[in-house]
């Protein structure tokens, strides 16, 4: 399960996807970002406004999702402000995740995963969240490969 803006988590998530022969789940906001929406440099744009004040939940296309049938659960977001997407904090509260083990894997050029994870457990309905990590959008399967065994 991912959010991706601009497709880099979207890739992440894909290979992870494979690796695992998983379910592939996109989490998609009810009004699309554009790119004016996410001009990280524009403190009116709609990411900036969203980032700066944590109450903000952005509408899911689609709903909740039934979660019920999974005992592991990637979920995979891009880091904005050092942060999750608000976004990612509506799919969690909105979401039961049961005894599930939750997988955060976040996206980001420079940011580490810092608090996101935490974060979004806190929220969460449920689950078992085990620690998160970090990848660049060019992460290489073997990398991927290697992290995924260390969950096992």
């Known amino acids: 399960m991912y959010f991706s803006a601009t497709g880099t988590t979207r890739r992440v998530a894909q290979k992870i996807a494979a690796i695992e022969h998983a379910d592939l789940y996109e989490i998609v906001p ?5 790119r004016e929406d996410l001009d990280f440099n524009d403190r009116n744009s709609r990411s900036s406004r969203e980032q700066n004040d944590s109450s ?3 509408a899911i296309a689609g709903g909740p999702v039934d979660l019920s049938g999974y005992d592991r659960i990637f979920l ?3 880091i904005w402000w ?3 997407p608000r976004i990612m904090d509506t799919f ?3 979401n039961a995740f049961g005894y599930a ?3 955060p894997f976040c996206t ?3 940011s580490g995963i810092g608090k996101s994870a935490e ?3 806190v929220r969460a309905n449920g689950g078992d969240w085990l620690e998160g990590r970090r990848f660049g959008g060019g992460v290489s399967e073997e990398d991927l490969r290697r992290w995924m065994g260390e969950l096992r």
């Open 30 to 34: 009810e009004v699309p970002y554009s």
């Open 56 to 58: 903000i939940r952005p």
């Open 76 to 78: 995979g977001y891009p």
């Open 82 to 84: 050092r942060e999750e």
């Open 92 to 94: 969690v509260e909105s």
């Open 101 to 103: 083990s939750v997988i």
């Open 108 to 110: 980001s050029a420079s």
């Open 119 to 121: 974060h979004l457990a």
